[in-house]
């Protein structure tokens, strides 16, 4: 009896452990579903006309003939470019987010390692200023760049990347769980100069959560429309994004236009995504754990 009672015991822990899998499954898929799903209505109503998109949904792929002629009829406006837009966005989101990853980097390797007074006093700061929205400071934000003859540029685009509050704030938080003080100490007593130990040492340790926040900041950077808007006025300067919302300002808007100009956009975040993604699991879950 005791035998039989505890194959009982152990097939139910098997049942359960296997219904607890299949919901985590279902769960799961769910919620990959509806991360996937905008993506999937936008690449599918780019095969098809404004007339028939509006007429119903359409949620399978239409005709490639179509989506040549939403194409061409894009690259025949005089308000959609699609090689400067992509060239402006990319110079953009790739100097702000190297400059926010790397000296976001530097400061939470600083507030790590160094005892100085302020170091509490500092990371809080850095915490306030995470919660003020943008729209508060961007009217003093553009008075000052005016002053400074910047208005109409890249760099107030680019240079505030160098003060990243949210960046700056999960790395420390990585480098609680992945960073040895033993480390810094070691190389120091070698003989290396901190700034030889910071990049040569530390930085090889926050990859994983220097790719994490890289996919972050260029897909913000990249699909940032309200700074752009009010800073670039030049049409050969403008990005892709603004470039797209534009095509909302006819008198008739054209949505298979718009589902492939946004679709063109979309394909580098993609790529860049494709490459970094192994990374994001990894520091996502390394930097939330704290020894």
């Excluded at 507030?111 to 915490?127: E, G, H, M, P, S």
């Excluded at 700074?227 to 049409?235: E, F, H, K, V």
């Amino acid at each position: 009896m005791s035998n039989y009672s505890n194959d009982q015991k152990l097939r139910s822990q098997s049942n359960a452990i296997l219904l607890k899998k299949i919901l985590v499954y279902v769960v799961v898929g769910f919620l990959s579903f509806l991360s996937i799903f905008p993506f999937y209505f936008m690449f599918m109503n780019s095969t098809w006309s404004s007339f028939q998109i509006t007429s119903g949904l359409r949620l399978w792929i239409g005709s490639f003939s179509k989506l040549a002629m939403n194409v061409r009829a894009l690259m025949g406006r005089n308000d959609f470019d699609f090689i400067i837009g992509f060239k402006n966005s990319f110079i953009i989101s790739t100097s702000a987010t190297f400059l926010s990853v790397y000296f976001s980097a530097m400061t939470a390797y600083a507030i790590k390692v160094y005892r100085f007074k302020l170091r509490n006093f500092a990371f809080t700061f850095i915490l306030v200023v995470l919660m003020v929205p943008t729209s508060i400071s961007i009217t003093g934000f553009v008075k000052m760049i005016m002053n400074m003859n910047l208005y109409g540029t890249f760099w107030p685009l680019i240079l505030p990347a160098l003060a990243s509050p949210v960046a700056v704030f999960f790395i420390k938080q990585y480098l609680d769980s992945a960073l040895s003080l033993e480390i810094i100490e070691a190389s120091r007593i070698d003989g290396a100069n901190e700034l030889y130990t910071f990049n040569r040492i530390c930085l090889p340790i926050m990859v994983p959560a220097l790719a994490t926040q890289a996919i972050f900041g260029y897909v913000a950077t990249w699909n940032n429309y309200f700074t752009p808007s009010i800073i670039l006025t030049d049409m050969k300067l403008k990005t892709l994004p603004l470039m797209v919302a534009q095509l909302w300002s006819d008198r008739f808007v054209d949505y298979g236009q718009i589902y492939t100009g946004l679709s063109v956009s979309v394909i580098p975040l993609i790529i860049v995504y494709a490459f970094l993604q192994r990374f994001i699991i990894q520091g996502v879950a390394s930097g939330s754990v704290k020894e």
